[in-house]
């Protein structure tokens, strides 16, 4: 097997249907997965230009251990996002990493806008626009449903991503349903989408993959199977799912609920990863490529109106989807939680998004900061079905307020008031009330994500505040991620796929000189990415943390002012060194 120069990456022209394949982005350069997408990013964005300019590139990236070895099964997505009109990333797994493999290009770069509303087909042979105007308006689950008959094939290897009607209706945060139970969830990759008029894409993984000669290769693949399923990494993720921190973040004191009102509440255990598993979890599935499975699929049931007959219905929940429609709308029963998602997947929303802009809607009720002409629904904490119907409206963008709360949180608060309770970091916040590293991390961090780095991990280890301790370690830890999000590995392997066994895996596939430069392609994709951010106008002095996070008691006590302002400044201008030092591109 011949160990690539430099990745292969399919170009479509989404207006005319014409397509290209170039080969001059070097292996050794740009990694792969969040290297690949920051310097196709930096070749085919236009600064100039607003989000949904036709010209702005849409990008799914994989990297060079793509489908090589077990948990390299995520992809990178790079776009402008419509939430703050900047370069943004997102993540998923799926089938789409193996399905790119397959199809034989490690990125797909979309531009143009489709002339009609349509879907898109990529294979190895094959680039077809097909006419979709009648699935418009369609929801996302129904909509992968029907592309299975317009696109049929092998399923293996063929991914089916997808927007629901919050895209289409430019919600900043509609997102991409990726074979039914994985997102590119975060910052609108979904409203992107919809600005190119495509209402679904096809990855057909048709060819097969050359795999190198000699025991080396399988050697190494079984050790790190191994290592893998044998980690305690493995039962935590397989067996409860990430679920399993809503106790022990309750206990902690460090679960939102809410609105964030609160940091914890008996009412945990109605929600918690064993009340899941217990009650509703129907089955595991697994990204492919990937032995551990942790995504749980639970089984609704809902009751028709004639009270004698059942429908039933799978859903996926994790950790942040129990904290978003769960313990921050004060809902404490877990098939009701499975309800609220239910709609947020048919709408095509992001769930953290969703959920965390109304429980801010819930307080602004409360507080009669708007009234129920806005909200059409009585909101009120631990209301289900009220929920339900709201998340129905959020998607549709039922009138002006829904408009207005979804281009974020903080866009409504600046018609509306009610800012000093948003509970955003750069966008609406994760599960984690753990303190002001995570609140650091995720408010200023390149994505706004909790898995930007480990803010809250260190929160909950660490009890002395000392702020250049504290930020060494976000820039540190951002740097390990950057390497393998660049690979593109499932974060849930970190503690097995170590920089040296990430050098032995290139070896083995013959990269060997991006192997001998590991720490120093880690330190140029994390630039790399900060120089984009940067050059799109980002201003971290620009990103409020709204009063409600200095106002939340954790197991560490109240929130420290001091120690926060400290830190954050002193990340600011850590992540401006770094975006000073990046300068890779095209
Ligand atoms: S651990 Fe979960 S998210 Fe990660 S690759 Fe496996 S199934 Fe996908």
């Known amino acids: 097997m011949e160990p690539r120069t430099s990745f292969k990456v399919l170009v479509v022209h989404c207006d005319t249907g ?6 001059n982005w070097s292996v050794d350069e740009l990694v792969g997965g969040s290297g690949l997408a920051a310097g196709l990013f930096a070749a085919y964005a236009r600064p100039d230009a607003p989000w949904d300019h036709p010209d702005q590139p849409l990008i799914f990236a994989i990297g060079p251990l793509t489908g090589y070895f077990p948990l390299m099964s995520k992809v990178v997505c790079a776009f402008v996002s419509p939430y703050h009109g900047q370069y943004a990333e997102s993540h998923a797994g799926g089938r789409l990493a193996l399905a790119l493999r397959f199809a034989g290009y490690e990125a797909l770069v979309l531009l143009g806008r489709a002339k009609g509303r349509s879907a898109l087909a990529v ?7 097909k006419d979709a105007h009648y699935l418009w308006g369609m929801d996302a689950l129904a909509t992968g449903k029907a592309m299975r008959r317009v696109f049929p094939g092998a399923e293996g290897h063929r991914s089916i991503l997808r927007i629901g009607p919050a895209a289409e209706n430019g919600l900043a945060y509609g997102c991409i349903n990726v074979d039914t139970f994985r997102h590119f969830g975060r910052l609108g990759a979904g409203t992107v989408m919809a600005a190119k008029n495509l209402k679904a894409i096809v990855v057909q993984g048709e060819e097969s993959q050359e795999i190198p000669e000699g025991k080396a290769y399988p050697d190494l693949f079984r050790k790190i199977y191994r290592d893998l399923t044998a980690t305690p990494m493995m039962s935590k993720y397989h067996d409860l799912g990430t679920p399993q921190n809503v106790i022990p973040l309750n206990e902690l004191k460090s679960l939102p609920w809410r609105n964030m009102t609160a940091t ?16 509703l ?3 595991n599935t697994a990204c492919s490529g990937c032995p551990v499975g942790c995504i749980h699929v639970g089984m609704l049931r809902k009751q028709f109106a004639d009270e004698h007959q059942f429908a039933y219905y799978k859903v996926a929940y994790d950790h942040e989807l129990v904290f978003s429609v769960g313990s921050m709308l004060g809902v404490t029963e877990a098939s009701d939680v499975l309800d609220i998602i239910d709609e947020i997947e048919k709408q095509g929303m992001d769930a953290i998004s969703a959920g965390v802009a109304l429980a801010w809607a819930t307080e602004a009720l409360q507080r009669g900061v708007v009234g129920q002409a806005e909200t059409i629904e009585l909101l009120s904490f631990g209301q289900a079905e009220v929920y339900r119907r709201a998340m129905a409206h959020l998607g549709g ?4 307020f829904y408009r207005a709360l979804g281009q974020g949180t903080l866009a409504a ?12 970091l750069g966008q609406e916040m994760a599960g ?7 609140f650091t991390s995720m408010g200023l961090g390149l994505r706004h994500s909790h898995l930007d780095s480990g803010g809250y991990a260190y929160d909950q280890g660490n009890e002395v505040k000392d702020i250049a301790k504290a930020v060494g370690y976000l820039v540190k830890d951002e740097r390990l991620r950057c390497l393998l999000t660049s690979m593109v590995a499932c974060l849930f392997s970190r503690s097995v796929y170590k920089e040296e066994v990430l050098a032995d895996c290139l070896n083995v596939l013959g990269y060997a000189g991006l192997a001998r430069d590991l720490a120093g392609a880690g330190e140029r994709v994390q630039k790399s990415r900060w120089k984009l951010r940067f050059d799109w106008g980002y201003d971290p002095g620009k990103v409020s943390l709204p009063k409600r996070f200095g106002e939340i008691v954790t197991w560490r006590g109240p929130m420290d002012a001091d120690y926060q302002q400290g830190l954050r400044a002193a990340y600011a201008r850590a992540i401006a060194d770094l975006g000073k030092g990046g300068g890779q591109g095209g």
């Not at 509440?265 to 217990?278: L, Q, T, Y």
């Not at 963008?397 to 002006?400: E, I, L, S």
């Not at 984690?432 to 995570?438: H, I, K, N, P, W």
């Open 281 to 283: 979890l129907l089955r």
């Open 413 to 424: 608060t600046k018609i509306y008031g009610g800012g000093d309770f948003a509970c955003v």
């Open 123 to 129: 294979g190895p042979h094959r680039v077809e626009l």
């Open 432 to 438: 984690y009330a753990t303190g002001e590293a995570f």
């Open 18 to 23: 014409r397509s290209e394949v170039k080969a």
């Open 264 to 279: 914890s509440d008996p009412g945990a255990s109605g929600i918690s990863g064993e009340r899941f598993a217990e009650k």
């Open 397 to 400: 963008a039922a009138n002006d």
